[in-house]
Each structure stands twice: as C-alpha cells, then as structure tokens.
C-alpha cells in the first residue's frame, strides 16, 4: 500500500483552544502536513497539583515513571506535527519529594532528546519574588527553567528582534567596536515578575466561579520567545495551555495558535480573564519595544560614528614610535555600487594623514606599514570601509580647502566629544596658526578632523540606567521615550554611513 498524501491543516484548528488529552492530540491531525512553528508550554510538574480532578491529567496520582512516560507521548505527538524549522520551549521547574530533589528538567529533557529534539538552550527564569517558606535543605526557591528545543539545526532565530540597549556601562563609549550596533544579546536570566494571583482570576472578575491559576506565564516573557522563535503568521502551540497566556500574546502579535488542555474552566478563564488581562498591559509591552527600537537606532548611529573616529586613533596608539604626526582629515562619504562591502560596513571614510616629512620614500613605507596594520583585526572589525593615505604636511592646505564645512575637530585623546565645530578652511588656518594644534596634540596621538560630529550629549541617554529591565510595565517610559525622541531627532545623521 502506498502511503496516503498528507493534507494541508483545516482552518477549522485555526485560533481554537481544544479541550483535549495531549497524549492522543495525534487524532486530530492525522495524515496532516506538519504545521507548527513553535510550541510553548508547561506541563503538570509530576502530581504537584491535582488540576480539577480530570482522570485523563498527566501528573496526579501517576508514579514518575507513568508520568514521564506520558510527558514523553504528548511531545512525540507535537514532534510528529511540527515543521522542521521548529522550536520547542519548555517551561518547568525541579520539585522536592521523598525528602529529596526531583531534577524534573533533566528528566524531561532526556525525553525529549529521545525523540529527537535538540537541546539548544537553558535559561533562568528569576521570577523575581517567591512564597514566604522554605524547607529544610532548600533554599526560597525564585527561578524556574526555560528549556529551548529545536526539531533540527535549521531553526528559526530571530535575535535582532529581541536585542537590547540596557545596562551600558559608561565604559562602551570607549571600546564601540565591541558592541553590536543592533543592541546586546540578553543574557540567559531573565527576570519576569510572575503574575500575581489577585490579578489573575479572582472570584470578582471570574463570575461565581472559584479559580486558582495554574502557573500562568508573564506576557512579557511569552512576547520575547515568540518574537525570538517565530514569525507574524506562523502557528504558536501549546499542548497544556492552562490560562492561555501563551495564545493571548500570540493573537496580540499577529500569530496564529492552537491549544489543548484537559480542563473546560482554563478554557472559560482563557476567554474571560487572559484574553482581556493581556489586552490590558499589551500597551505597557508594546511600549517597551518601541523604546528598544528607538534606543537601538540611537545605539546604530552612534557606534558607526564612534567607529570611524576610533579608527585612526587606535592606529596611532599603535604608532606610537613616530613623532612625524601632524592630523589626521576623517571624512565620510556615501557608499557607492562599486564598494565591496558586507553585512558588517557601517561606513566608509576616507583618511588622510599628514606628516611632518617630505621624504617621499619615508612616506611610501609608512604608507605601507599602515596598510598592513589595517588589514589585520582589530580594524578588519570596526565596519569602516577605509582608504587611507599618507601625505607631507605640507599639502595640508589644499587638502584643507578642499573640505565641505562645517568640520569638527576632536582632540587626539577623545574621539567621541568633538572639541570644536570649525566653520571654514580659514578659520582652521587661522587656528593652527595660533598653534592651537599642538595643544591638542596629548600623548603623542594627533587631532582629527572630520564631517563626523558627534557630542557626549548624543550618546549620554544610552545607559539609560532608568530603564529597569525587571518587567515591562515601568513608569518612566513615557519621559524616557521623549527624551529618546528628542535626542534621535536632533541628531544628524551624516550621509556617509549605509
Ligand atoms: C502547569 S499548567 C500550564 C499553565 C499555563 N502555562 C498557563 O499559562 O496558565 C499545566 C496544565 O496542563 C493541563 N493538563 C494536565 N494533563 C493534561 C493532559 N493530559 N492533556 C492536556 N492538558 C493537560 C492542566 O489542566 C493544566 O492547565
């Protein structure tokens, strides 16, 4: 017998939370194309709840084996559905039993490599505040495990989508070519408060009925693995979906999802209680990404500005030897079809440097030892598209008048304040003739003139040390954003850089 052509998925699952056992979810959708783009969820953690006395619950009342087993089934089934640029993320926690540790992510994950998912990542989820008590020989227990899974290496990962500007130290200022101008990679704890168990599903905003939340996720953290893990469209999955979280954020960003669970009320709560929950703090997670967007444009200019005028100083460092440096012309001009660049140019500048030598000879080997030094990293880093030239100071003069104005001066030991925004060529003429240069001229590294400008007023919002990261929902957004707006629109962004 032939096998039978797989069907592309009815639209009838489309945004529908089922009520259903995830073991045998594989009914549903038999001889189906593979579907889902990601699943996020959480299963019972073993029998630590008993969810509504449902018989068919995974958890309750089972050994760990029975239980484990189960776990194991239900994952088979979503892996089984799941296109090959899926992921999987697992949220769980360990649990003391027996007087010992139940290392139930360890457990779960040896499952899940069995069939075939592959481990990809471990993240903390610090919850940020915990219940009152603790017992002999655990500690108050603050975090549970985020587990990311993928069903083959060729998964989707959207990290530009969920970079961040916070915590800059004062010091990224200095070093701009260690930073991605795109933002920072979060680091793998994350902090999500856990929402409160007022605020989800008391008897007031939940008819007559009583009902105890099941863990519900932090919106927050469910926007930041959907953005990461999936595109607008795609299909979210949860196969133990409790108060739905998972799905409600996924509407909000223009993701498709189906859940299951076992039990009718989650089902009501999900449509009563979280729908209009996420609803009403989705302005507050919205804002948090605009201010990022804002915060990273402001971070791309700045780092490609920074880079270009830290380029020719970190040269001279380098030559420290020679005291033939008179300055440095840095300016910037548009990329043409012609330039071969790559995902990483930022800018092109031409660089001249002139010397306190007419030997033409010492010239050209200079000229040559700088070029050789600029091939090899760290300047093959910085994204500066570069031609640079060495030329006798004494034809500094028609280089100068050569120049569109205004210029900005920057003294040879700060290449991120400009010193001084020079009008024309005679006024810098005028300038060097009240020897103004060699003032400048600290530490042997010699000044640079350029069409860069750039202040410590451009970049001093960066740190943004206001912003905490600790949950969205922070009450400085709205001074942050328009301080954010003011600095973007006040600064020029000079048609050199792409
Ligand atoms: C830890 S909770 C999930 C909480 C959820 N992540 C949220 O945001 O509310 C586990 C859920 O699994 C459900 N469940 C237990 N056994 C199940 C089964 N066999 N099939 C489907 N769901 C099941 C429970 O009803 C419960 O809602």
Not at 424 to 447: D, Q, T, Y
């Amino acid at each position: 017998m032939g096998k039978k052509k797989k069907q592309a998925l009815s639209r009838d699952y489309i945004n529908k939370y089922l009520i259903g056992n995830s073991k045998s979810i594989d009914k549903y959708f038999q001889n189906v194309e593979p579907f889902i783009d990601l699943i996020v969820t959480s299963p019972p953690y073993w029998n630590m709840k008993n969810y509504e006395n449902n018989k068919e619950q995974i958890g309750f009342g089972q050994t760990y084996d029975e239980y484990l087993h189960d776990v194991k089934q239900s994952f088979q089934n979503v892996f089984d559905i799941s296109k090959s640029t899926a992921s999987l993320v697992l949220i769980v926690d360990t649990l003391k039993k027996g007087g010992r540790m139940v290392r139930l992510p360890d457990d779960i994950a040896r499952q899940l490599e069995e069939i075939g998912w592959i481990h990809q990542d471990t993240i903390i989820w610090d919850k940020v505040k915990t219940l009152p008590w603790s017992r002999k020989g655990q500690m108050r227990n603050v975090f549970e495990y985020i587990l990311i899974f993928s069903k083959t290496k060729r998964y989707k990962y959207n990290m530009d989508s969920i970079r961040v500007v916070e915590d800059m130290k004062e010091w990224w200022i200095g070093y701009p070519e260690r930073y991605n101008p795109k933002g920072k990679v979060p680091e793998n704890i994350w902090e999500f408060l856990i929402p409160t168990q007022g605020s989800w599903g008391s008897k007031q905003n939940f008819g007559e009925k009583e009902f105890r939340h099941a863990c519900p996720f932090p919106p927050e953290l469910m926007a930041r693995v959907i953005k990461l893990l999936s595109d607008p469209g795609d299909i979210v999955f949860d196969s133990f979906a409790g108060t739905g979280v998972l799905l409600a954020v996924a509407r909000k960003l223009n993701r498709k999802f189906i859940a299951f669970d076992i039990n009718e009320t989650y089902k009501e709560v999900f449509e009563k209680v979280t729908i209009p929950l996420v609803d009403s703090v989705w302005d507050d997670i919205e804002r948090h990404y605009e201010i990022q967007e804002k915060l990273k444009q402001l971070m791309a200019i700045n780092i490609a500005k920074l880079r270009a005028l830290k380029y020719p100083y970190a040269l001279m460092k380098k030559q420290k030897e020679y005291d033939i440096f008179k300055i440095v012309i840095a300016n910037s001009e548009p990329i043409s079809g012609n330039d071969k660049i790559d995902a990483y140019t930022l800018a092109k500048v031409n660089y001249k440097l002139f010397v306190d030598t007419n030997d033409i000879a010492e010239i050209s080997i200079l000229s040559q030892k700088i070029n050789e030094i600029l091939s090899k990293a760290p300047f093959t880093k910085y994204g500066v598209l570069s031609n640079f030239e060495v030329y006798p100071y004494n034809e500094f003069s028609k280089h100068l008048n050569s120049l569109k104005f205004p210029q900005y001066l920057y003294s040879g030991s700060s290449f991120n304040n400009y010193f001084k925004e020079i009008e024309s060529a005679a006024e810098f003429e005028n300038m060097i003739n009240n020897s103004i240069l060699s003032e400048l001229k600290e530490k042997n590294v010699c000044p640079v003139l350029s069409n860069i400008k750039i202040h410590s007023a451009d970049y001093e919002l960066l740190p943004a040390e206001e912003y905490k990261k600790a949950g969205y929902r922070d009450v400085y957004s709205e001074g942050l954003l328009r301080r954010i707006d003011m600095v973007l629109n006040s600064i020029t962004v000079h048609d050199g850089f792409v």
